[in-house]
C-alpha cells in the first residue's frame, strides 16, 4: 500500500532509510537538487514488514524502525544491548544470570525458561528474513545492519508460528560492488575494546563481495578475589566474522549467498544475594545481605566462560519475472552450539557447615536448522499481493548437569575445593537432564491488498496462513538414568488476517486490523514426568493512526491493541527440587490490552526530538499451581505498564573540517514482576545515555569520526530480576553499570 504522492523509488526509499530523522525529508534523487536549502521534516523509512518494500508510513502494523545511524547513535550492537529499554516495547531479560540465553517479548508475552530445546519463543527473530529458532547464542546477530524492523502484536500470516508477541527483523547491508572500506576501534572503561571492519570488493563478472569483522571485548564488572588466572563477573568476549556474494547474472536476477560465524566466550553475571531465610547459625560468615552494586565478589571461587558458536549459510534467489511479479526463494542452513556455565555465589545451596556449597550449572544446547521459503510478490495495479510456501526442519539436544565446587568448612569461614569441578569431588557423572526434539513445519500463507480506485485512500487487506507442525522428542536422561518418556505435538490450523486502512488525506493514515497467532506446544525438560503441554493462541484487534503533521515536522503513530491469549503456557517451580519445573495450560483466557505511541518532532533543521511511549495493561489471571494445589494469580513477566524513551539528536552549522553530532537518550519503565517465582516487584528504570561524535572529516580520498559515547551516565542501579528460592534466598541482578569510551572511524 504505497501512497502516489510519495513517489518514492526503490534507491530513494534505502537513501531515505539510511539518512534517518536528522531534518532532511527524503525525496527521489532527482529532486534534491532542486529542494529549497530550507526544506526540513521527518524523512521517509522504507521498511519490508509485508514481504515488500513500503514506506513506513503506509503500513498498517505498529512498528518501529531504526535504521543503521540510529542504532549507532543509541550504542546498540546486538539484541542484548536493548536491556536498557531503549526500545521499549522490546522486554529482555537474561534467564537467571546467563548472558546469552535471553528471554525476549512483547506485548506482555514474555516466556522466562529460554534454555529448552522442546519450547518456542513468543517473538519471532529474522536476520536477513532467516527464522532462528533457538534465541540462545544471541550477541553478533548486528554485524552491519541496513536497519531493524520491531513489528509489535501478532504477525502470524506472513511471519508464521512463535510470534503472538511480534517479530524482529533484522535487515544487512549487502555488497555494493564498488571499493569501499569501514573500520571502526574503539576504548572505554573496564579495559573495554572493540573493533569492527567492513570491505567492499569492487564488482568483477557480475560479482561484488562484502566482508564484515566485529570483535567486542571487556573486563569483568565484579572482581573474583580468587585473584591468579580467576576469571571476572560480567566479563565480555564476543568476535564474528560474515562474508556475502551477491550475483547478478541478468538484469533481473540475483542471487546474494552469505555465510557468518561468531563466538562468544563471555563470563556469567555475579548473583547478588538480597534475602534470605536460611537459620542465621548456617549463614557462612563470609555472606552478608547485598543492599547494592559490589566490586569485589563475596569469596573466590573458580568461574568459568560461557563458550558458544553459531554459525550459518544463507542463499537468496530473486528473480524479476516482469515489472509486475518478482519471484525469491530464501534457504538457510544454522547451526548453533551454546553453554552455560552458571554459577550461583552461594545463592541457591543450603547453607550449613560441610554442606556443599558454589553450585555451578552447566547447561549445553545444540542445534541445527534448515528453512526454504518461496515467495511470489505481485503488484496488479489495485491488486498488491504475496503467495507463499514454507518449510522448517530443526534437530535440537539440551543437557544440563549441576556441579559443586566444594564444601563449606565445619567453622563456615570458607570452602574446601574439591581436586576437580564434579558433583561431589569425584568423577563426573551423566546429565541431570538431557533432552533431544525433532521439528518440522511446513506452511502455505498469501495475502493480497485491495485499493479500489473508484474509492480513493481506502485499503483493504486480507490473509491467511495454513500449519503443518510436527514436534517430537524424548528425555534422554534424568539424574544420569534413561527415564524412557517421550512426547508427540501436532497441530493443522490456519491463522487468519484482516486490515481495514484509510487514507484519510495524503499525510494521515488510519487502519484497524484483526489477526491470529499461535505458539507452538512441547514438552517440559524439567518435568521429572516429561509433560506435555498444547499450543497458545493469540487473537487482537488493533486500531492505528500514522500521520505526517506541519508540512511533516512532526510525526505521530499511534496504535492501541486489545488481545485474547488461549491456553496460556505457565511454568510452575517445584517448592522441593529447584530445578524441577512443570508447564500446564491455563483454563482461563488471558487478555491483555495497551497503547503504544511514537513522535517524531523536527521543529529545525538538524534537530529532532523523539518519543516512544508504551502502555501494557496485562492483569494477573488466577491458574492452579500444581504442586501446591493452590490457585496463584500469574502475571506477565518483565513487563512494566509504563515504559518510554526519549531521546534528542543535534547536528550542528557544518565546520570547515567535519560535521558536529550529539545524542542524548532516556530510557525509562516501571517496575514489573521478572518471574513466577517473587511478587515482590522490580524497580523502576531511568537510564541516561549520550553521544557526541565529529564526522566527515578528511582524510585522504575518505573520511574520519571520531566520538565519545556513555551509557547509563548517573550510574543508576536497579534490580533487572530477582529469582528467589523457597526456604533459601533471594538471588538479584542487577543492571549494567556507566560505560563509557572512545571510538574512531575511518571510511574510504
Known amino acids: 500500500m504505497v501512497r502516489e504522492k510519495t513517489g518514492l523509488t526503490r534507491v530513494a526509499l534505502a537513501a531515505s532509510a539510511a539518512m534517518g530523522v536528522m531534518g532532511l525529508a527524503a525525496t527521489p534523487a532527482s529532486a534534491q537538487e532542486s529542494q529549497p536549502a530550507q526544506d526540513v521534516g521527518v524523512a521517509d523509512i522504507v521498511v519490508t514488514a509485508q514481504k515488500r518494500e513500503e514506506n513506513l508510513q503506509d503500513t498498517p502494523i505498529s512498528m518501529v524502525a531504526l535504521g543503521s545511524e540510529a542504532l549507532e547513535q543509541k550504542g546498540i550492537g546486538s539484541l542484548s544491548d536493548l536491556f536498557t529499554g531503549t526500545v521499549p516495547s522490546i522486554r529482555i531479560a537474561p534467564f537467571v544470570g546467563r548472558v546469552s540465553a535471553v528471554s525476549i517479548g512483547m506485548r506482555g508475552l514474555v516466556p522466562v525458561d529460554a534454555t529448552q530445546v522442546t519450547r518456542d519463543p513468543t517473538v519471532g527473530i529474522y536476520v536477513d528474513s ?16 541496513e536497519r531493524i524492523e520491531v513489528l509489535r502484536g501478532p504477525q502470524g500470516t506472513l511471519f508464521g508460528r512463535n510470534t503472538i508477541g511480534g517479530a524482529i527483523s533484522i535487515v544487512s547491508k549487502k555488497p555494493t560492488g564498488e571499493l569501499g572500506f569501514d573500520m571502526k576501534a574503539g576504548i572505554g572503561n573496564y579495559r573495554g575494546r572493540s573493533f569492527a571492519t567492513h570491505i567492499n570488493l569492487p564488482e568483477a563478472a557480475g560479482f561484488s563481495v562484502k566482508i564484515d569483522g566485529v570483535f567486542e571485548g571487556r573486563d569483568g564488572i565484579v572482581q573474583n578475589p580468587l585473584g591468579g588466572d580467576a576469571r571476572d563477573y560480567g566479563e565480555i568476549k564476543k568476535y564474528g566474522f560474515k562474508i556475502s556474494a551477491l550475483w547478478r547474472p541478468a538484469d533481473n536476477v540475483s542471487l546474494l549467498y552469505s555465510y557468518d560465524l561468531s563466538r562468544d566466550k563471555s563470563t556469567g553475571l555475579y548473583h547478588y544475594i538480597t534475602a534470605s531465610s536460611q537459620p542465621a547459625a548456617n549463614t557462612p560468615t563470609f555472606i552478608k545481605l547485598d543492599t547494592g552494586r559490589v566490586k569485589t565478589g563475596r569469596i573466590g571461587l573458580p568461574l568459568y566462560r560461557n563458550p558458544q558458536e553459531a554459525k550459518g549459510h544463507s542463499l537468496t534467489a530473486e528473480w524479476e519475472v516482469s515489472d509486475a511479479l518478482t519471484l525469491r526463494s530464501i534457504s538457510a542452513w544454522r547451526r548453533l552450539d551454546s553453554t552455560q556455565m552458571d554459577g ?62 566444594g564444601t563449606l568448612n565445619p567453622a563456615l569461614t570458607g570452602v574446601n575445593f574439591f581436586p576437580a569441578l564434579s558433583p561431589d569431588g569425584g568423577a563426573t557423572r551423566l546429565p541431570d537432564r538431557a533432552a533431544e526434539v525433532h521439528v518440522r513445519s511446513k506452511a502455505l500463507f498469501g495475502q493480497a491488498t485491495w485499493s479500489p480506485e473508484a474509492i480513493r485512500g481506502l485499503h483493504i487487506t486480507a490473509g491467511a496462513r495454513y500449519t503443518d507442525d510436527h514436534k517430537d522428542g524424548r528425555l534422554l536422561f534424568i539424574a544420569g538414568a534413561d527415564p524412557k518418556l517421550s512426547f508427540v505435538f501436532n497441530s493443522k490450523r490456519v491463522d487468519p488476517m484482516a486490515t481495514v486502512a484509510y487514507d484519510v488525506s495524503d499525510d494521515i493514515n488510519a487502519y484497524v486490523k484483526w489477526s491470529r497467532a ?44 486489545a488481545s485474547r491469549l488461549s491456553n496460556q503456557q505457565v511454568d510452575f517451580l517445584n517448592p522441593a527440587f529447584i530445578s524441577n519445573t512443570e508447564t500446564v495450560n491455563a483454563p482461563e483466557k488471558r487478555h491483555i490490552k495497551g497503547i503504544e505511541a511514537d513522535i517524531t518532532l523536527v521543529p529545525v533543521r538538524g534537530l529532532s526530538l523523539a518519543v516512544n511511549y508504551v502502555y501494557t495493561d496485562a492483569p494477573p489471571t488466577p491458574v492452579r499451581n500444581i504442586f501446591t494445589g493452590v490457585i496463584e494469580e500469574t502475571f506477565s513477566a518483565f513487563t512494566p505498564k509504563h515504559s518510554g524513551s526519549f531521546s534528542v539528536d543535534y547536528a550542528f552549522p557544518a565546520f570547515s573540517f567535519g560535521q558536529l553530532r550529539a545524542h542524548v537518550g532516556l530510557d525509562t519503565a516501571g517496575d514489573y514482576i521478572p518471574n513466577g517465582t517473587v511478587t515482590t516487584k522490580a524497580e523502576k528504570a531511568l537510564l541516561l545515555n549520550g553521544r557526541l561524535s565529529l564526522g566527515e572529516i578528511a582524510l585522504g580520498g575518505g573520511e574520519m569520526e571520531i566520538a565519545v559515547w556513555g551509557k547509563n551516565l548517573t550510574n543508576t542501579t536497579y534490580n533487572l530480576l530477582d529469582f528467589r528460592i523457597p526456604g533459601r534466598t533471594t538471588a538479584t541482578f542487577y543492571n549494567e553499570p556507566r560505560t563509557y569510551g572512545l571510538e574512531a572511524r575511518v571510511k574510504f
Open 130 to 145: 532467516v527464522y532462528l529458532g533457538r534465541v540462545s547464542g544471541l550477541g553478533m546477530e548486528l554485524a552491519d545492519i
Open 344 to 405: 550461583d555465589e552461594g545463592s541457591n545451596t543450603t547453607w550449613g557447615p560441610n554442606r556443599r556449597f558454589g553450585r555451578v550449572s552447566y547447561a549445553n544446547v545444540k542445534q541445527n536448522q534448515f528453512s526454504q521459503e518461496v515467495q511470489l510478490v505481485g503488484d496488479l495495479g489495485e491488486l498488491n499481493f504475496v503467495l507463499g510456501g514454507y518449510y522448517f526442519k530443526e534437530n535440537g539436544r539440551d543437557e544440563a548437569i549441576v556441579y559443586s565446587l
Open 518 to 561: 499461535y505458539r507452538a506446544g512441547g514438552a517440559n525438560t524439567r518435568s521429572t514426568i516429561l509433560r506435555t503441554f498444547g499450543e497458545e493462541e493469540l487473537t487482537a484487534w488493533e486500531a492505528g493512526v500514522k500521520a505526517d503533521l506541519f508540512d511533516r515536522h512532526l510525526r505521530v503513530n499511534l496504535a492501541a491493541y
